[in-house]
């Protein structure tokens, strides 16, 4: 019998101009969005952005344990916070709904019945566990675990007997005969060989009458006229299994883009034990949305300019499969901090205030819009990654009790930290109003007093007044705190070394 290659060729985006470009995200709604997911998405985004077509957001929740609407809400609004939009989905409609996999169960059941129909499908009355011993019993000997079901080539006469006896059958695809291999080009890994015998004869109908995951994205990516579809590299070996599903149903595949893998800085797969893992945990944690949609846009992929700070609009002018690298992606964090600090002193005032000052309440600070709040708000603006870290930069300016670090206790205790403390206190009370003048004033007697200038004479100062070596300008930490507040917290220093 002579065997054949089942080939699906890359037409390549310039051959499918005519027609629209159709891509789609179909996240499991069984959790948080992770960001490798969200990664995938926003390339779909950018792509079919830039090339005018339609992106298509679907749920995949046949999973009905772990599947809940509340997940699937939740993935729809950190979406909407990346910035990304839809044409079609769940919550909007459109001509090839419902975009929901359980709103579309006639659907997979009646194509299922077609395929059955064609003989490219069968009834299979295996039980699992005589799957599982099977695949046991091949191990044990050595042999190709690729199941082949007694029945696949049973007579009809077998198959409406086990029926008549109330057996509920599965419904598998059936690998031809003829096939030798399956061959395709991927827009980014090239072309790819899978042997026909290494292609098992899946599920599609569950005996529940349930799809598979292979058959139920094969089924929607047809009839939804997917053109398109760029996902992880941990889907390539599936990928053989749905060209057939398309080849038994008589359509073209569409084009498929394997994107690699993001790993951890172990290499491994990035998971909880690397930190925050999920959309939402960076957004809570004061990373800026279109900060974490460029750095992830720059994973495996690269503009030509080598520039690495990218508005939305020049992602989507510039975003080219041809640069999407083949090798796995790491996730730098300290790389995504360095860019959230750049987005975050790129923010124009009015946007910074109103996206810090949920920050400053939640970690207890007066939060009110006030002329003060905002000039301790934008001392700190230059000095932060995330709007967590708000907190840390501010207490100084509400915290008078704040220990010293070790580097400023040591600069603190010096004979010549003292004069200057001492210095600072008396001259401070002779001032109504230590407002910035009043402090300038203060200064130029404590240095006339102490002996000590420059940098000797102001580090000493800082650490006095904020128990840290760096830190917001200090006319702004004067004017905050006032006169008493001032002399409280050096003298408790002079205290201290006194004591």
Not at 81 to 93: A, H, K
Not at 301 to 320: A, G, P, T, Y
């Amino acid at each position: 019998m002579t065997r054949h290659t089942s080939t699906c060729q890359n037409r390549g985006v310039e051959e499918t101009e005519t027609n629209e470009i159709r891509a789609r995200f179909a996240p499991s709604p069984t959790g948080h969005l992770h960001v490798g997911v969200a990664r995938t998405a926003i390339l779909n985004w950018l792509f079919v952005r830039h090339h005018k077509g339609k992106f298509i957001l679907r749920v995949e929740d046949t999973d009905q344990a772990r599947s809940s609407r509340e997940s699937e809400m939740k993935i729809i609004e950190d979406l909407r916070q990346l910035g990304t939009d839809w044409d079609e989905g769940p919550d909007i409609g459109g001509q090839f709904g419902p975009y929901r996999q359980t709103e579309r169960l006639d659907m997979y059941r009646e194509v299922a019945e077609t395929l059955l129909k064609k003989g490219a499908a069968y009834r299979c009355f295996l039980s699992q566990e005589e799957v599982d011993s099977r695949r046991e019993q091949a191990l044990a000997s050595g042999e190709s675990t690729i199941l082949r079901s007694p029945y696949r080539d049973a007579l009809e006469e077998v198959w409406q007997e086990k029926l008549a006896a109330g057996e509920v059958p599965t419904i598998r695809l059936k690998v031809p005969d003829y096939l030798e291999e399956v061959v395709f080009n991927d827009l980014i890994k090239g072309e790819i060989r899978f042997k026909a015998e290494t292609i098992p004869e899946f599920v599609m109908l569950r005996a529940n009458q349930t799809p598979s995951y292979n058959f139920a994205v094969s089924v929607d990516d047809a009839l939804m006229k997917i053109s398109h579809v760029i996902r992880g590299d941990d889907h390539l070996t599936n990928t053989p299994k749905q060209i057939l599903v398309y080849r038994a149903m008589g359509v073209e595949s569409p084009l498929f883009a394997h994107i690699p893998m993001i790993l951890g800085a172990d290499r491994s797969k990035l998971s909880k034990r690397h930190g925050s893992v999920s959309v939402g945990q960076f957004m809570e944690e004061g990373y800026l949305p279109q900060a974490l949609v460029n750095f992830l846009s720059l994973l495996s992929w690269s503009s030509e300019s080598k520039e690495e700070i990218l508005s939305m609009d020049r992602l989507i002018d510039e975003i080219d499969l041809d640069r999407i690298s083949s090798s796995a992606a790491i996730f730098d964090r300290s790389k995504l901090g360095w860019m959230n600090g750049q987005y975050i002193r790129g923010m124009d005032e009015e946007d910074f205030i109103r996206s810090a000052l949920p920050f400053l309440k939640k970690a207890g600070r007066p939060a009110d819009d006030s002329e003060i709040t905002r000039k301790i708000l934008l001392s700190i603006q230059s000095k932060i990654e995330t709007l967590q870290q708000i907190d840390h930069h501010v207490s100084v300016f509400y915290d008078d009790d704040t220990t010293p670090d070790s580097d400023a206790d040591a600069i603190a205790q010096t004979e010549e930290s003292q004069r200057i403390y001492r210095a600072f206190v008396e001259e401070a009370g002779k001032v109504d109003l230590l407002d910035l003048k009043g402090f300038r004033s203060v200064m130029k007697n404590v240095q006339k007093k102490s002996g000590v200038k420059g940098k000797h004479l102001w580090m000493p100062i800082r650490v006095g007044l904020t128990g840290k070596t760096q830190g917001p300008d200090l006319p702004i930490i004067i004017e905050t705190l006032g006169k008493e507040h001032c002399i409280k917290r050096v003298r408790r220093f002079i205290q201290q070394e006194i004591s």
